[in-house]
């Protein structure tokens, strides 16, 4: 297990997806204080030399609270009109913030089809190596004005698209920072004795059936969609945490190499010491 979180800490191409649970409170409106911290901790983490991308959620919740809507709409069309709102929303505050700490952000929004062709999709990896390679921090969200993928839960929401991220440009780990510190035994709201499972060596029939449940009120992604992603992530060589998005400085614990939340190990990975998963 030591030499796994070695692995860890030695990661340079650090993909973190956030969610709009964790960027919003309960009434929907921005946690400023939250992003802030994020934004700090993804700052520092590039001037330790790493490679960070940021796949945001949020477009269409962060829309909602902008127009001062009591929901969020029903409609396709009504969502993809918050999200066009809220997008420029979260780019305008990552901007500013990262601008705070010298760090330059790109705005990348992805479709399906940019994966599923071979020439947009090396369009798409072409762009994330130079702006790497330039020194700019990609942040990443799906295209929800002309896609209605994630708007619809068929692409999987931007858990999916992380882990599809991370398989584009070669990421060394994935972090996906949720409303819950990683995968339990049992739910954790209605069972406040589940155990918190540290280590996913392969994800199994149990693994995927431990994982029922929708998502939050302000997201769409509940834990069906993180073991998805995990499952991209680790065939393409990928390790990915699910870890609390609570406090973004959790982080840090993660790239020193400590145990939070839950590691899903990527393919061809194996521990030595036995686990209880």
Do not use: W
Not at 187 to 213: C, F, H, M, Q, Y
């Amino acid at each position: 297990m030591d030499q796994i979180l070695k692995e860890v800490r030695k990661a340079r191409r650090i993909v973190v997806k956030v969610g709009t649970s964790t960027l919003t409170y309960e009434t929907g409106k921005l946690n400023l204080k939250r992003i802030e911290c994020l934004v700090r901790v993804l700052s520092d983490l590039k001037n330790r030399d790493k490679k960070v991308i940021l796949v945001t959620s949020g477009a269409i919740g962060v829309g909602v609270g902008k127009m001062g809507l009591e929901q969020k709409p029903k409609t396709i069309r009504g969502k993809q009109a918050a999200a066009a709102v809220g997008q420029c929303e979260l780019m305008h505050l990552y901007d500013k913030f990262f601008s705070e700490y010298n760090h330059t952000v790109a705005q990348i929004l992805l479709t399906k089809d940019v994966v599923e062709v071979t020439q947009r999709r090396q369009n798409a990896v072409n762009t994330f190596d130079m702006l790497l390679k330039m020194g700019v921090i990609p942040i990443v969200n799906e295209n929800d004005t002309v896609a209605i993928e994630e708007i619809a839960c068929t692409f999987g929401e931007n858990d999916t698209l992380s882990a599809i991220v991370s398989e584009l440009i070669g990421a060394d780990l994935l972090v996906n920072l949720s409303d819950i510190k990683g995968l339990y035994e049992a739910d954790p709201k209605s069972n406040p004795d589940a155990k918190l499972i540290p280590v996913v060596p392969e994800i199994t029939d149990r693994i995927r059936n431990l994982a029922g449940g929708a998502g939050s009120a302000r997201g769409t992604g509940g834990m069906c969609s993180k073991i998805s992603a995990a499952e991209i992530a680790c065939n393409a060589g990928v390790n990915m945490i699910i870890a609390s998005g609570e406090d973004p400085s959790i982080l840090y614990d993660i790239v020193d190499g400590k145990q939070v939340g839950t590691l899903f190990l990527k393919k061809g990975q194996k521990i030595r010491n036995r686990m209880n998963n």
